[in-house]
């Protein structure tokens, strides 16, 4: 399935792009436990601190309306037509110690349809991003690489380049500047730290299936495999 998000911008203030990642993979695991049979939930403060290491209320409540902004436009496989998905979620209301979310029922509706949800491994939603900023990003890959992959020869075997394109926070090579690019420095281990601490949350370890890349070329081609601990 191809998709693409479309932001209210007048909202973008709200936004803090890994903690409103790890709220969005928490409450669509949430989803996923109930079997997609609720469309309302309870949320309390207790569960944003212990569950997502979220220290700061307000900063999950930005997420909520951050999200709330958001609409999702999706293509099924072999089909030329675009759909789209105005709201997430539909409202969420802060009480004394709780919120109350309230998806929409056309977001529920296309996760059955198309079966994009999964449950969040709950050791990856609460890890501390501050030190490992991209670590939540490669975990909800490695997790949907291996449920789209699961049984096939390639369910433990990821393409760096397809990681990297799901590292929204990790700089372009593009974008480096070219008298001094320093690609090892700003994206080669700043990516092996992080994959690194995400393997060890998922009771993985990993290493490249050739040899280590010496420079951007070689890897980007890279692939990593994954084996249990």
């Known amino acids: 399935m191809d998709y693409y998000l479309s932001l209210n911008n007048a909202n973008k203030q709200y936004d803090n792009p890994i903690n409103t990642f790890k709220v969005m993979l928490y ?21 944003i601190h212990n569950k997502l290491s979220i220290g700061n209320i307000n900063a999950f409540k930005g997420s909520l309306h951050y999200i709330s902004s958001i609409s999702y436009g999706y293509k099924l496989y072999n089909q030329s037509k675009w759909y789209s998905v105005d709201n997430i979620i539909a409202s969420y209301t802060q009480f004394k110690g709780y919120f109350k979310v309230v998806f929409s029922d056309e977001f529920i509706n296309l996760l059955d349809r198309t079966k994009q949800f999964y449950q969040v491994n709950k050791s990856l939603l609460n890890s501390d991003v501050r030190y490992y900023r991209h670590s939540i990003f490669i975990g909800n890959y490695l997790l949907l690489h291996q449920r789209r ?9 990821v393409s760096v380049k397809e990681l990297i394109k799901n590292c929204p926070l990790l700089p372009l090579y593009e974008d480096l500047p070219k008298e001094q ?6 994206i080669i281990k700043p990516f092996e730290t992080n994959l690194t601490f995400t393997c060890s949350l998922l009771g993985f370890m990993w290493h490249y299936v050739e040899s280590e890349p010496t420079n951007y070329i070689e890897f980007i081609r ?6 249990s601990r």
């Open 149 to 157: 992959n699961q049984g096939k020869h390639n369910e433990l075997v």
């Open 222 to 227: 890279s692939k990593i495999v994954l084996e």
């Open 27 to 47: 409450l669509c695991s949430l989803l996923t436990e109930n079997g997609l049979n609720e469309n309302t939930y309870i949320i309390t403060c207790d569960e």
């Open 181 to 186: 690019r320093q690609v090892h420095r700003s």
